[in-house]
């Protein structure tokens, strides 16, 4: 069999019964995260301007757009929110290939509204198209320029969108060659409406791939040729389909606590354990030195000028923890990024490009070494960061965490408070939930959002 063959096949016949507890529950986890994701995201200025666009240009439809107060079409809808959903800066993903949800669960939630499916649906079919797009995603494209997300976001966009209409493995083939015919993305735009752009086009052309593929567009869904005359090398397809269904490897991503840049968590982590351990503060700090990969490379941005710039700046978010031990939307925002006490902190942030370190996501083992004004040396250094397989969150913790970002995210509050208790049980619950529960949810997250 073919690595597509293999994968089809896997998309049409693993149903929830197939899927390991533990990965059940994470599963939801991320459904929870993508929803407190979604919700922020709508209410940035680059998520209005695509709420203005799609509420100009949408088609009509029944489908719920989470956060906006907005029925369109799937199309658009999976649109909208794969773009809220990685406007806040929240998306998780795995690593050192960075494949992220969040071109997946849009996907889900928007077909899910619109054909009617139950929460065990949207749950097992999130944890199959996840599964199959981090295991295609075993081969890093950064080093060519690529962004890893969109690039290898097709795969798990279309998946989901196969297994949600039931396709069958000759339908489910052409999916995976459609999204191999849209995939792209440029490093470059990181920090721009583009980058955020690029991973929510991939949402929306899953759900029209799958319109065309009910009525027989085919395609050639030829895997290792793809990916083999892109890197010019002859793939080890074996690493996608090793122990598939036995070994599930969505447990591999990531759980993003911090609205930033996910090439900074590494060094958040490691200031915050330090911040927490000695009595530092931006008084009695002389200097912030840090190190980055050559890909990481991205974030190292001392003058950051706009909200998306700032929050691909190591020295800013590093300044920001040093002020506040956290990191808000507010503390984004261009008078916080112009203020003088802030510019001052950054200023005594060096950041360490590492060229020899492999040219991938996250690579290396990056060490924050804080100089204090008396000439105290304190480092510490975090290979991986908190929230990824190697550190998972607790239910308890993600809990917290949903609570924190739809309370704090903004000045007020996203979600009432009981309505914050009812949506964080129904989505901890979610395979239990039919039609109608999952009827009152999509109610709740979209027109009873604040």
Partial sequence: MTVEDEISEFIVETSLDDIPDRTVEFTKHLLLKTVAGTLAGSRTPSGEMILDYVGENGHDGSARVMGAGLETSAEDAALAMGYF??????????????????????VVFALADDLGLSGERIVETTAVAMEVMNRVASFPVTHLGFTDLPFYGVIGAQA?????????????????????????????????????WESAVPCQNAVSSAELAKVGGDSNPDIESWLGAL?????????????????????????????????????????????????????????????????????????????????????????????????????????VVGDPAVESLRSKVDVTVHDDWPAEFNSGVPEVKITTTDGDVIAGEREHLVGGPHEPLSEDEMGALYTRIVTEYYDEPLLSEANIEETLSMVLNLEAQDETAIDELYELLTYETN
């Fill in 231 to 335: 890197l010019e090398e002859d793939i080890e397809t074996d690493r996608i389909t090793r122990s598939l269904g036995d070994e599930w490897r969505v447990h591999e991503t990531c759980i993003k606590k911090y609205p930033v840049c996910f090439l900074t968590h590494r060094q958040l982590d490691t200031l915050r354990e330090l911040m927490a351990s000695h009595e530092l503060s931006a008084e009695n700090i002389e200097s912030i030195e840090t190190d980055v990969g050559p890909v990481d490379e991205v974030v190292d941005r001392p003058n950051p000028t706009s909200v998306d710039d700032a929050r691909f700046s190591l020295q800013h978010v590093l300044a920001i923890y040093v002020l506040n031990r956290n990191i808000s939307y507010v503390d984004l925002q261009p008078d």
């Fill in 160 to 196: 989901a969108a196969a297994k949600c209409h039931g396709f069958d493995r000759d339908r489910t083939k052409n999916m995976l060659g459609l999204g191999i015919a849209q995939s792209s993305g440029w490093r470059m735009n990181f920090g721009t409406a583009a980058h955020y």
């Fill in 85 to 106: 959903s990685h406007a806040a800066e929240l998306e998780d993903d795995q690593f050192p290939v960075a494949a992220s949800d969040i071109t997946v669960i849009p």
